[in-house]
């Protein structure tokens, strides 16, 4: 993925961390997920005061991409806080298996982020393919 593209899906990110909605980690994070055609689908973390029922902002964005018909992807750009790279959490790294988001781009701002493969954040995933040794 070209260094532009990049800056732009970090710059989307940047946009949705504006509406997080986290005022109990008060913990703003915002993902931007593009699609293999180019669309871009943003999200924003969303918390409860019930704190499992809180989303993060990757599965937020993926969310609308799969409602919007979406199912292969490039690369999706989160950012969290701007003096951290901000990792996706487990879940979310469970649910960018299943959907094999390939590149994952952590940043602190649109300047500066690092890359990462699925496969170096998520290995040895639980795939569909082992529900077929049973
Ligand atoms: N969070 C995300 O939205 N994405 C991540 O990758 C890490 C954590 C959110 C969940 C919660 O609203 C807040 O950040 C603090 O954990």
Redesign the pocket.
């Known amino acids: 993925m070209e260094t532009e593209e990049i800056r732009h899906l970090l710059a989307k990110a940047l946009e949705a961390r504006k509406n997080s909605y986290?005022p109990y980690?008060l913990?703003p994070?915002g993902?931007a997920v593009m699609a293999g055609d180019g669309t871009i689908y943003t999200g924003c973390?969303m918390?409860n005061v019930s704190y499992p029922a809180?989303l993060?902002?990757?599965r937020n964005a993926l969310g609308s991409a799969i409602a919007d018909g979406k199912r292969d992807f490039l690369a999706i750009a989160?950012i969290?806080s701007p003096d951290d790279y901000?990792?996706?959490?487990g879940i979310?790294r469970q649910v960018l298996a299943e959907f094999r988001v390939p590149l994952i781009i952590c940043g602190k701002s649109e300047n500066d982020y690092r890359l990462f493969t699925l496969e170096e954040i998520f290995p040895a995933a639980f795939t569909a393919d082992e529900l077929k040794k049973k």
């Open positions: 986290s980690s913990y994070v993902a973390n918390e809180s993060c902002a990757e989160i969290g901000t990792m996706p959490c979310c």
